[in-house]
């Protein structure tokens, strides 16, 4: 008995409607008769429509339905649509390029909208405003620079990558940034404290449940 296995057949276009609707439309292009070809294709579209009846309710359902099998059919179905028949150049058409940004990042373990946020606050000025905004960015850029490093850079440092950032021309207050500390160094503190104090009471739990017991006379 000879086996037909699907490798051995040829490439279906739409693999989701299966074969037998790919049947189905081969045998379209062999009806002469121009009406009865059309009407053969109505037909089939109601079972193509039967098979994903979930998106009926959706307004160009029935335009894919006919797109579909012009295109399962090799665009070789001449028959009469009520939508405009695709061709082959329509859907073959390559995607235009995005274009990507090609700007150069000053310091990357920052990133580069830390760089956008430290010109916009000093194109504002010396406002109220502008110089707790440069507090708060010397606050975030400490923080990333512990994430990359994992030490605490130096606040002379910060405000340099900030002048930098910049372009050289800032205005930052020295007293504001020597108060920063991040939030990182103090949970490891915490945690070495809460686990020195769970050890303690863990050992003194010991130390009642080993206690030899009194001996009744």
């Known amino acids: ?9 040829r490439k279906l276009f739409l693999p989701e409607y299966g074969r037998h ?6 045998s379209l292009l062999l009806i002469e008769d121009r009406h009865e070809r059309t009407r053969q294709a109505k037909a089939v579209i109601a079972v193509m429509g039967n098979l994903n009846s979930a998106l009926r309710d959706s307004e160009d359902f029935k335009h894919k339905l006919w797109d579909h099998l012009f ?3 090799d665009f070789k179905l001449d028959v009469d649509s009520p939508y405009p028949q695709p061709s082959r150049q329509e859907l073959t058409l390559a995607p235009k390029k995005l274009p990507y940004s090609q700007s150069r990042v000053m310091f990357k373990h920052y ?12 194109e504002r ?11 708060d960015i010397g606050r975030y850029l400490r923080a990333q620079s512990f994430e990359f490093n994992n030490e605490h850079p130096h606040n002379d440092s910060i405000i340099r990558d900030m002048r ?5 021309n800032i205005e930052v207050d020295l007293s504001g940034l020597v108060t920063l500390r991040s939030e990182y ?8 404290k809460r686990k020195g104090v769970t050890q303690q009471r863990n050992g003194r739990k010991m130390q009642r449940n080993t206690k030899p017991q009194q001996r009744t006379k």
């Open 185 to 192: 160094c103090k949970q490891p503190q915490r945690n070495h």
């Open 21 to 26: 609707i790919q049947e189905m439309i081969d």
């Open 164 to 168: 930098l950032m910049a372009g050289g």
């Open 1 to 9: 008995m000879k086996k037909n296995y699907n490798y051995t057949r």
């Open 111 to 122: 990133g580069k909208y830390a760089e956008r946020f430290v010109r916009a606050i000093n």
């Open 71 to 73: 295109i399962m059919s």
């Open 125 to 135: 000025g010396a406002s109220g405003a502008s110089s707790n905004g440069m507090i």
